[in-house]
């Protein structure tokens, strides 16, 4: 059987920001990864190190001080290269369904939710007529359990958690190949995190050409859907695991990531020590180097991710007469 091309390919994707006064913030660095068709990739790590920024990268969405580099394959188009004017016709909302971070950002002000559901539903499936329209914007809105009763509000009129959920619910309108579904569960609470996360992976499952990447904090939410775990640690990934293996008995290999983990509080709840670096100084060897209890000399040398891994000393793989000793 012949493998289908991966939905998403990104090879050697780099952002990088310039400051004024020549300061350069290495946000994302040689990112690469794939994502097949019917799966979900799960991207974790703690705040700032440049997962939103990656998201922006694909949707062509970065301000006017960003540089990038490498390619981002959606099919045949680079979305690194690709002009505005493609990105805005025939990507966003079309070929990639965002789920954004800022949800209240991303919604019109000035219209009702009802609205902007409705507009979505004409404009991406062609659905005409008033009662049409009305009834295909109220199931959207139930697909991500928007209670039927707030979408007569504007965005204003929203807590953040309906916010999210409206946002959701536009992103899934379009049946887009692709779903970038950015912290899709902040301030929801844990049924509506699984209700949510559940959708995300239905919309996946409902056709086998689609996929998901799911930019999460919410690890237990990554275990819930994800196919595929990639950890990003000061813009760069540091692993990209088998979800089963990475929170089963395997465990994740690199040190950063064994440590999210056991940060957990049904863990061994013990935070990492220290903070990660600025990404405007970054060393030359490791950036996890000073928070690493594994580092030796060798580790002034940076490791590369070849296999899954990129650490010079990453935690044994387990084999199978491990697991059932
Ligand atoms: N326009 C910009 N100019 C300079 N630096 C920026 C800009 N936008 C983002 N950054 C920096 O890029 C880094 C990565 O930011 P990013 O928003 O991707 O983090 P994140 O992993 O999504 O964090 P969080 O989990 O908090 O959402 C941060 O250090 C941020 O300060
Ligand atoms: S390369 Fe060295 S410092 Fe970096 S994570 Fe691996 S063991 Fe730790
Ligand atoms: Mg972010």
């Not at 979305?79 to 909302?93: K, Q, S, W």
């Not at 959708?199 to 994800?226: F, Q």
Request: aromatic share 2%; glycine share 8%.
């Amino acid at each position: 059987m012949t493998e289908r091309p991966p939905v998403l390919s990104v090879r050697g994707l780099s952002v990088r920001f310039l400051l004024p006064g020549g300061r350069r913030i290495a946000a994302v660095t040689d990112a690469h990864f794939d994502v097949a068709p019917g799966e979900c990739l799960a991207l974790i790590g703690e705040s700032g190190c440049g997962k939103s920024v990656l998201a922006s990268a694909l949707l062509g969405l970065l301000p006017a001080n960003a540089q990038t580099a490498g390619r981002a394959l959606l099919g045949d188009l680079d979305l690194l290269t690709a002009d505005e004017r493609t990105l805005a016709r025939t990507v966003r909302g079309r070929r990639i369904g965002l789920v954004p971070q800022s949800p209240a950002a991303h919604l019109t002000p000035v219209r009702t939710i009802r609205s902007q559901l409705e507009e979505t539903v004409a404009e991406l499936r062609g659905v005409r007529g008033r009662a049409a329209l009305r009834e295909a914007a109220e199931q959207a809105a139930e697909r991500a359990a928007f209670p039927p009763d707030h979408l007569d509000r504007h965005p204003h009129e929203l807590s953040g958690g309906l916010a999210q959920r409206a946002a959701t619910a536009l992103a899934l309108v379009g049946g887009a190949p692709l779903l970038l579904a950015d912290e899709p569960t902040t301030g929801l609470d844990r049924d509506l995190v699984d209700r949510t996360v559940d959708e995300l992976r239905r919309h996946v499952d409902a056709d086998g050409d689609r996929a998901l990447l799911m930019i999460t904090h919410d690890l237990a939410a990554a275990e819930r859907v994800a196919d595929r775990v990639a950890v990003m640690y000061a813009g760069r990934i540091v692993e990209l695991a088998d979800a089963q293996a990475f929170f089963g008995a395997q465990g994740p290999r690199h040190p950063y990531s064994r440590g999210l983990l056991e940060a957990l509080p049904d863990r061994a709840f013990t935070p990492i020590p220290g903070l990660p670096p600025e990404l405007g100084d970054l060393p030359d060897g490791c950036a996890f180097a000073p928070r690493c209890e594994r580092t030796t000399g060798a580790c002034t040398t940076l490791p590369l991710l070849t296999g899954s891994v990129a650490c010079h000393h990453p935690v044994p793989a387990v084999t199978s007469e491990d697991i059932r000793a």
